[in-house]
T-cell receptor, first 109, second 116 residues
Framework: DAKTTQPTSMDCAEGRAANLPCNHSTISGNEYVYWYRQIHSQGPQYIIHGLKNNETNEMASLIITEDRKSSTLILPHATLRDTAVYYCISVYNFNKFYFGSGTKLNVKP | DTEVTQTPKHLVMGMTNKKSLKCEQHMGHRAMYWYKQKAKKPPELMFVYSYEKLSINESVPSRFSPECPNSSLLNLHLHALQPEDSALYLC???????????????FGPGTRLLVL
């Protein structure tokens, strides 16, 4: 499974879009990109995943570059409740999720 | 319903105690997982069960003993733990063998374990 790298922390103003980058430069053609978040001391919560195409659901949008070496998770209108650690995971073997260090997103009023 | 439940929420045990953590899901998932998460660190995979059989053991010490009595239940038996085993223990489930991207893992809230 490819290693992912993310910034340690980011700030975002409430109501603005939060754009969280992830680098997965060694990703292979069959590896999906999954995003989870973990609000303090809770279990990780699934957000979105994708392979090649951009994806959108009720929580977020996922933009994957054409070469698939990086992706961006977009929370369109961040709220204080979106403050959490966001994990980007590249997954080839679906039984094995290896979490990277994640990005701590601080949404500020 | 994408709920995975874990009991107990909190557990304090001595190094000579034997205790068990329990995880349950009713989503019909046939893969279940145990993860360990130390403070301010990401979750680390410990065990994977697929169709009630242990398929992955990430070199976990034998003082942790997993058990999958049926497709809905997953236990983690604890014996002779060390203080450094204090952590949040997370359970997850997914549906294995799906078409490509059908294996999203759903996590429970975790059991916070303190070993004294």
């Amino acid at each position: 499974d490819a290693k992912t790298t993310q910034p340690t922390s980011m700030d975002c103003a409430e109501g603005r879009a939060a754009n969280l980058p992830c680098n997965h430069s060694t990703i292979s053609g069959n590896e999906y990109v999954y995003w989870y978040r973990q609000i303090h001391s809770q279990g990780p919560q699934y957000i979105i995943h994708g392979l090649k195409n951009n994806e959108t659901n009720e929580m977020a949008s996922l933009i994957i570059t054409e070469d698939r070496k990086s992706s961006t998770l977009i929370l369109p209108h961040a709220t204080l409740r979106d403050t959490a650690v966001y994990y980007c995971i590249s997954v080839y073997n679906f039984n094995k999720f290896y979490f990277g260090s994640g990005t701590k997103l601080n949404v500020k009023p | 319903d994408t709920e995975v439940t874990q009991t107990p929420k909190h557990l304090v045990m001595g190094m000579t105690n034997k205790k068990s953590l329990k995880c349950e899901q009713h989503m019909g998932h046939r893969a279940m997982y145990w993860y360990k998460q130390k403070a301010k660190k990401p979750p680390e995979l410990m065990f994977v069960y697929s169709y009630e059989k242990l398929s992955i053991n990430e070199s976990v010490p034998s003082r942790f003993s997993p058990e999958c009595p049926n497709s809905s239940l997953l236990n983690l038996h604890l014996h002779a733990l060390q203080p450094e085993d204090s952590a949040l223990y997370l359970c997850a489930s997914s549906q294995p063998g799906g078409a490509g991207d059908q294996e999203t893992q759903y996590f429970g809230p975790g059991t916070r374990l303190l070993v004294l």
